[in-house]
């Protein structure tokens, strides 16, 4: 006698399946919108050049000015490179996605995704991970560019190329996990703007995407280093340009992967604490 009662889909390839198909559905969402998407790189050009006609006229007649933390001193040259690599990869790192949390939260579609067989989650990370999948080819467009007029050379070498894939990979999983966490606010609070302002501009600053960790006060560039921001954005450009060498390489590679795993751990315990708030109505 045949069984009636549902299944629910299960497996490791199915799992991959739909985590595959959630990141397609985000980044065709992203790419949907693409007067958006145009004035967004625009925008990101032209902050690029500002920001490098301001460092021009800070560096004025000078070569090189000295850095700290060890990297000794700073060439114009390499000070531009930063530029355009810090800002590129904190736009295409930080973008909006279709599976925002609190889009889904104010639009009242939460019930049905936790109804659906893959967790909730999880959706939101492939969502994440597909928006910035869309971001790449616009992003590796703007840095060919920047390569054209002369602002970002090749890596230093091979050590930092290697080194560079590294950093950038764990970059991306804090930036989605630092970007989820604040997203979780919405299950407290509908209204989220402020949030998301103070968020963003503590992550510029810290990150490195403003200003270079190695331009900073001590105690600030300390800090910085110690707190998951830096990794989205300073490590891997300072790896790619040749000034985090050795030692220094493997420790900022190691602060890194510390906070995956701390905010892994805050990721999965908030969850757990939305779990027993969400109330849907009508059950």
């Given at each position: ?10 497996g ?12 397609r559905?985000?980044g065709r969402?992203m790419?949907?919108?693409r ?50 690599l810090s ?28 109804a ?11 969502g994440?991970?597909g ?14 560019l ?47 703007t402020g ?11 810290l ?77």
């Amino acid at each position: 006698m045949t069984s009636l009662t549902p299944v629910a889909p299960s497996g490791i390839w199915w799992r991959l399946r739909a985590s595959a198909a959630i990141a397609r559905l985000a980044g065709r969402s992203m790419l949907f919108y693409r007067t958006s998407l145009a004035i967004s790189v625009i925008v990101l050009l032209v902050q690029i050049y500002a920001l490098s006609m301001v460092w021009t006229s800070v560096y004025a007649d000078r070569g090189a000015v000295p850095g700290s933390g060890g990297v000794g001193d700073i060439s114009i040259e390499m000070q531009l490179a930063y530029v355009s690599l810090s800002v590129v990869q904190f736009w295409a790192l930080n973008g909006w996605s279709a599976y925002s949390l609190q889009q889904r939260v104010r639009e009242g579609r939460i019930g049905t995704d936790l109804a659906r067989p893959l967790g909730l989650l999880w959706q939101v990370v492939m969502g994440r991970v597909g928006t910035i999948a869309a971001c790449l080819p616009f992003a590796a467009a703007v840095l060919v560019l920047a390569t054209t007029v002369g602002n970002v050379s090749p890596p230093a070498g091979l050590g930092a190329a290697a080194g560079y894939l590294v950093a950038l990979l764990l970059a991306t999983i804090i930036s989605i996990q630092l970007v989820v966490l604040v997203d979780m606010t919405s299950f407290w609070t509908l209204e989220v703007t402020g949030i998301y302002l103070s968020f963003s501009l503590v992550s510029r600053l810290l990150s490195g995407s403003l200003v270079p960790l190695w331009f900073m006060p001590e105690w600030l560039r300390v800090l910085a280093g110690l707190l998951p921001f830096q990794a989205t954005t300073f490590t891997p450009v300072a790896i790619y340009l040749g000034t985090l060498t050795g030692t220094a390489v493997w420790r900022a590679l190691g602060i890194s992967a510390v906070w995956v795993i701390i905010l892994g751990v805050a990721l999965r315990l908030s969850w757990n604490r939305v779990l027993n708030r969400v109330v849907v109505q009508g059950g």
